[in-house]
């Protein structure tokens, strides 16, 4: 049975998407069995960092009503043989029965060691729906304040869907738009286990834009990094925040704590 992870964050645009896709791809570049769902009813596009949008032709919608089987919904990949993808319905006004999502993701767990499931933006019912089919969440956020403020909204409302305590992905963390505050104090206000970071990265958007997922790269940062946090998750380990390396001296204190920004710590 797998370990089934909605990937969430309240805000839109902060790169769930990317981080499914991509982080689904690492986990099955590090050996996992891993499946993919879309659970933005409406506004679907994992499809597209995944490189799959011209396979589509059957939803778990479709599936749920009985209108084909549910080998013609599960879309393996091409590129790895262990990563699956499964797609909502692009239909705006579709809601699914949150108890029967929730167990038709479970059967399809069964087959797996991963079930990522990309949350629509909002506190509404596909987040629910998406929040409540999962056993665990990674809340996706940028170092943005509107960002920050709605992840931890959504962190308050999943401690009444998932047990477990959420995990954290900081992304385009060094990017000067978003940047509104730095790493430790994300993770003290989020007061969540950060499993990785990924910064902003113009290598992520070509890759979106050709549906070649930058994870299947290692010789890209990026697709390092996602590699690594594929493998914080499968170990339950945490990214550390702060660079190991001793300082040298106490005058030193400035430079120290100008560390403690992005781009200036070892593991960011
Ligand atoms: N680390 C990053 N660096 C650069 N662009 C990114 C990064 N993460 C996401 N993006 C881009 O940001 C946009 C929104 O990302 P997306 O994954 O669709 O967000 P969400 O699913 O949260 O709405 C997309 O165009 C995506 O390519
Ligand atoms: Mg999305």
Known sequence: MARVICVTSGKGGVGKTTITANLGTALACLGQKVCVIDADYGLR???IPLGLSSRLNYDISDFMAGRCGLHQVIIPDKRLSNLSFVSCTASADHHEDPGLFRDVVHYIAHNYDYVLID????????FRNASYAADEAIIVTTPNRTALQDADRVIGLLGDLIDSPPQLIVN???????????LEDIVNILNIGLI???RMDVDIIRSVARGIPIALDPEQESGRRFRQIAQNLITNEQERIFSEKPQKKRKHLFSFTKGLWWGQSNSV
Not at 121 to 126: M, N, V
Not at 172 to 182: I, K, V
């Open 196 to 198: 990785g970071v990924i």
């Open 172 to 182: 385009m963390s060094d990017d000067p738009a978003e940047r509104d505050l730095n």
């Open 119 to 126: 949350s629509p933006a909002g506190i509404e019912s596909g």
């Open 45 to 47: 596009n994992l499809d």
